[in-house]
């Protein structure tokens, strides 16, 4: 069928650029490396191991993806990795950035300045799955912000360099839980992006999480699907999605 056909070209995509980031040498090793990954998978680091990270995480470990998972306290998620078995691990930001291939930012938008001040150089031409939301109580200034300019601007704006795309950031941890790899038609996961290459990435992994992608379009479109967003928090099949946002069936 013409839709195996371009998931196929899309993970052969894929699996040449994490080729390539290996040859490049440009991820340093850590002191108990993984290994590469086996054929067809990459390495994640996820940057926020709470709700949506653990969760998205948890599902790219079960499809036979390493993750490295990163806190201020790494010792904090010995249980997560222990749960999840030997292609789990946990470790620092910096850690977590380095090993990565892709890397899922799921920490409190509040955050976000100070991680892409902090950590700018190990973002700079990462491809970076930006699930954070902002909420006036939590978030402050940066909520009006968001608000104002549009989420997938206002990410670029405290994360330069990164390739963003905005991904899992519409829906909550539990809708996501208890919807991947459903029976029937595979839930909905809206994502924008400017960079290509990054958003066929992201759109690997969103199947690998046991959903089905849809490209929105640029980071600009991601206004739509932000919290307090027309299309946030709709729980849909592809067709319903593309339709509810005007996109070709």
């Known amino acids: 069928m013409a839709s195996d056909h371009r998931v196929r070209a899309t993970r052969r995509a894929v699996l ?13 090793a850590l002191a108990q490396d993984q290994g590469a990954p086996a054929a067809g998978k990459l390495r994640i680091g996820i940057v926020g191991a709470g709700n949506i990270g653990g969760t998205i995480g948890a599902l790219w470990v079960k499809a036979g993806h390493p993750v490295l998972f990163a806190s201020r306290h790494p010792e904090d998620l010995a249980p997560l990795v222990e749960k999840l078995g030997p292609l789990a691990r946990a470790g620092t930001v910096e850690e977590a950035l380095a090993f990565g291939d892709a890397v899922l930012l799921a920490v409190p938008y509040k955050a976000y300045p100070q991680v892409g001040q902090g950590y700018r150089t190990l973002l700079e031409g990462k491809i970076v799955l930006d699930a954070g939301n902002a909420t006036k109580a939590r978030d402050g200034d940066l909520a009006a912000e968001a608000e104002a300019n549009g989420i997938g601007a206002t990410s670029a704006k405290y994360l330069p360099g990164a390739r963003l795309v905005r991904v899992f950031n519409a829906a909550g941890a539990r809708v996501f839980g208890q919807n991947a790899h459903r029976s029937g038609a595979p839930m909905a996961v809206p994502l924008a992006g400017d960079d290509p290459k990054a958003v066929g990435v992201a759109e690997v992994l969103v199947r690998d999480a046991g959903f089905e992608p849809v490209l929105v379009g640029g980071l600009d479109a991601a206004r739509s699907f932000q919290m307090g967003g027309p299309q946030y928090g709709r729980d849909a099949t592809g067709a319903e999605a593309r339709k509810a946002f005007g996109l070709a069936p």
């Open 16 to 28: 040449c650029l994490a080729l390539g980031a290996a040859l490049a040498g440009g991820r340093p």
